[in-house]
């Protein structure tokens, strides 16, 4: 059994997972990341405590899931805009120290990847890609079965590679990037942009409401979906012809209503992708669903110090 923990800006999932992948227990607490990187520590210990209690399971590794930049091979929390004051703390040795167990850290995206390839839709796959379409993008990326590691272990940021340089700015610095075109808060922007306030007529609120005002036959809102359609498929389209993978699992609350943007997408990859065999790429839909957080932190310590592996 192993003790996952999925660490967010605004809340730290623990819980009790299986070799197989089912969540025995599952427990929530607010991040409070102002409370300090120590208190954090001791919370999500009293969290797995807790967990593996209920659950009647003793723990036998620790995985975890964290938000931002961290180092896997350390253990060291990145430089975090959430979790102020957590830099440089080391939840690796921290809940390795108290559980005497091993413990593996890895990114949130690439422990969901792993969780979604081992557990979920990409069972079996060599080359897989996962992609998170949400408030933000994200993502991890399998390669002949092994999560793909850059430069020190940095995790590479799927979501932030440019679409458009003469798109508009987001908070990592680049004009037009995949995730400030293509996230749920960037159809809720072009909206806005195209749709002046009018008394009586709130905007849309969140992706959701334009998908579903879409739906019903909104023209606007029709037009965002479209827009939508086309920038994501533009960005499947490059990591096909860059990665050229067995699959890409598609997951994230934007795509609830994949039905309304997969045909328009699959016909900017047709369209793109002339110098690889892009219809050998399965374009399919994250199967963990809510799950793939914690499912993933325990992937990610089988996936560190298991015998299987995600596709093997
Ligand atoms: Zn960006």
């Known amino acids: 059994m192993i003790g996952a923990v999925d660490i967010g800006g605004t809340k730290i999932a623990a819980g009790i997972v299986d070799e197989q ?14 409370r300090g990187f120590e208190d ?66 890895e990114n949130d995206a690439d422990a969901a990847a792993l969780g979604e390839a081992g557990w979920g839709s990409g069972r079996g796959k060599r080359n897989f890609i996962y992609v998170t379409i949400s408030t933000g993008i994200g993502g991890g990326i399998i390669l002949d079965g092994m999560l793909y590691r850059g430069v020190d272990g940095a995790h590479p940021e799927i979501g932030h590679h440019v679409i458009d340089a003469s798109g508009p700015l987001c908070f990592c610095g680049a004009h037009g990037c995949w995730e400030r075109l293509a996230s749920g808060p960037a159809m809720v922007d072009w909206l806005k942009s195209q749709l002046p306030a009018q008394e009586g007529h709130p905007a849309p609120s969140d992706a959701r409401d334009i998908c579903e005002r879409a739906v019903r036959g909104d023209e606007r ?84 110090f298991g015998q299987d592996r995600p596709s093997a």
């Open 21 to 34: 992948g089912v969540i025995l227990c599952r427990v929530e607490s607010p991040t409070d990341p102002e």
């Open 40 to 105: 954090a520590l001791s919370r999500i210990a009293a969290m797995l405590r807790e967990a593996s209690g209920r659950a009647r399971a003793p723990i036998s590794g620790v995985g975890i899931g964290c938000t931002g930049p961290i180092d896997p091979f350390s253990g060291v929390v990145g430089k975090v805009d959430f979790l102020p004051g957590w830099e440089g703390g080391n939840l690796a040795d921290g809940l390795g120290r108290e559980f005497k167990v091993p413990v593996a850290l």
């Open 221 to 304: 809102c029709t037009r965002a979906v479209e827009r939508e359609a086309f920038y994501l498929g533009l960005g499947l389209a490059n990591l096909i012809t860059m990665f050229t993978p067995d699959a890409i699992a598609l997951g994230g609350g934007v795509m609830k209503s994949a039905h309304l943007f997969l045909d328009r997408a699959r016909e900017v990859i047709r369209q793109n992708c002339g110098l690889v065999p892009f219809e050998k790429t399965e374009l399919l839909l994250a199967s963990l669903g809510p799950d793939a957080a914690l499912a993933g932190a325990a992937r990610a310590w089988f996936h560190r």
